[in-house]
C-alpha cells in the first residue's frame, strides 16, 4: 500500500469537507471515521487520490450529523 495515495486522499477529502461545512472543526470525530472508511476502500481496490478523495467526500456526506 502506499501510504502517501491514502494520507493525500485522506487530507483532501478532509479539506473539501470542512471548506463546505466551516463549522465543522478540525478534530471532529468525522476525520477519523473517513480515514478508517479510506483504508478500508484501499485495501479492497487500489486507487488513486483522486478517486479515493472523491469516495470519502461522498462518504462525509452521507453521514448523519447527529450521530458523529
Given at each position: 500500500m502506499d501510504e502517501a495515495v491514502l494520507k493525500n486522499a485522506t487530507e483532501?477529502?478532509?479539506?473539501?469537507?470542512?471548506?463546505?461545512?466551516?463549522?465543522?472543526?478540525?478534530?471532529?470525530?468525522r476525520r477519523c471515521l473517513?480515514?478508517?472508511?479510506?483504508h478500508?476502500?484501499?485495501?479492497?481496490?487500489?486507487?488513486?487520490?483522486?478517486?479515493l478523495a472523491s469516495f470519502g467526500i461522498a462518504y462525509l456526506h452521507r453521514l448523519p450529523r447527529g450521530e458523529c
Open positions: 483532501t477529502a478532509w479539506r473539501v469537507y470542512r471548506a463546505r461545512h466551516p463549522d465543522v472543526d478540525a478534530h471532529d470525530s473517513l480515514a478508517r472508511h479510506l478500508r476502500r484501499w485495501e479492497e481496490r487500489e486507487s488513486d487520490t483522486e478517486e
